[in-house]
């Protein structure tokens, strides 16, 4: 019955609604932030912190396809620059240049499939050390002032692409310490440099990523507070969805009739009101089928309320089967009275209609022994 505005959407399917479990989550750690000042925890209670990852992943996205780019244009531009001053080892240099740019371009285009997100921390991580291993090994091929450029350059670049990974802070610490006990197996194993020039050398790497894991710590404080104002946002249109289409439940079970299951008086008027109108100004037909039970007060007294109670649900069954279009209505209005309204037929459809529904009524063959017109 159309013009009673039943709701059958889920809360499950609202969009952008929160699952129960998740949508408490939000509200108690909102309730703890309360009055924490600056502080602000770098993990989430689970499942949050793993919606976050994915959340922080998606907006370093673009920043990730970004340095990518700049990352193969300054490994493409320092090879042409060896090229030009180190035409001797200018070969050699390539060789180990190669490798960081192949995987530069293939994190590049895997940032476009669907599933990067999920990881795309390890690819940064497994870049950071490919080339952490080629910069260092440039450092060594390398001579004089160009051998100094390319180890101050492993910090350099491992700083630009924290940052503009936006790394997790604990992502960070992985990657600087990582880096840090590489490039000191390889300074003192493979190049024997100085203690002098070791010093200097890891004085340069830790200021860099020091200053990146400062800047990525303050971006994942700042990142994981609009993560949680975005969850009280959808949170407030979970509840307000739920409060709607409470209320529009409750506005269809209040505007039907508790015995039957068919529209009210009031749904009726109100439905019959916009039907009126409607094909006042469409200039279209409008019939309206008046149907009684006859006796029923005597066939209560007779069967008792629960029988006569059925009888009218069993005819307000019949009766909706022939109100199923748009703008039909079937409505109880009175305790024995009934009223079908059918959009858009005349008087001889409605006679046929009216008809068959005295036939379907009858072949219930309902028993009626107090009448003395009929046995049912």
């Known amino acids: 019955m159309q013009t009673l505005g039943l709701v059958s959407n889920s809360l499950a399917s609202s969009e952008g609604g929160l699952e129960r479990s998740e949508a408490a989550l939000v509200e108690r750690l909102n309730d703890g932030l309360e009055g924490r000042g600056s502080r602000f925890p770098l993990k989430f209670p689970q499942p949050l912190e793993q919606s976050f990852h994915i959340f922080n992943a998606e907006q370093a996205l673009s920043a990730v396809r970004a340095s990518c780019v700049i990352l193969l244009f300054l490994l493409l531009g320092t090879g042409i620059i060896d090229s030009l001053t180190m035409s001797e080892i200018a070969g050699s240099l390539w060789k180990v240049r190669i490798p960081t740019i192949g995987l530069c371009l293939a994190m590049l285009l895997l940032s476009y499939t669907p599933g990067f997100v999920a990881y795309q921390h390890w690819m940064i991580f497994s870049y950071l050390c490919v080339s952490a291993f080629a910069y260092l090994n440039l450092a060594y091929l390398g001579s004089g002032s160009y051998s100094y450029l390319y180890s101050a350059m492993l910090g350099l670049g491992s700083f630009f692409l924290l940052i503009m990974s936006r790394s997790l802070f604990r992502w960070g610490v992985l990657c600087g310490a990582t880096l840090i006990v590489f490039a000191n197996i390889f300074w003192i194993t493979y190049q024997s440099i100085n203690m002098e020039l070791l010093v200097v050398n890891n004085g340069i790497l830790t200021c860099c990523l020091a200053m990146s894991l400062f800047a990525n710590y303050l971006y994942e404080i700042e990142n994981r507070k609009n ?31 508790s015995v039957t299951g068919v529209a009210n008086k009031s749904s009726m008027d109100r439905g019959f009101k916009l039907e009126w109108d409607r094909a006042a100004r469409r200039k279209n037909y409008l019939s309206m089928l008046v149907v009684t039970v006859d006796q029923l007060d005597a066939y209560r007294q007779c069967y008792g309320m629960i029988d006569a109670d059925n009888c009218l649900k069993k005819v307000a069954s019949e009766l909706k089967r022939f109100a199923r279009r748009p703008g039909d209505i079937a409505a109880r209005y009175g305790d024995d009275l009934f009223y079908v309204v059918l959009a858009d037929t005349g008087v001889e459809n409605a006679t046929l209609v009216a008809e068959n529904m005295l036939e379907n009524i009858r072949s219930l063959q309902l028993p009626n022994d107090f009448s003395k017109i009929e046995p049912y």
């Open 227 to 257: 993560y949680l104002h975005l969850q009280k946002a959808r949170l407030a249109r979970f509840e307000r969805k739920e409060l709607e289409e409470s209320n529009d439940r409750f506005r269809f079970l209040v505007s039907l009739d």
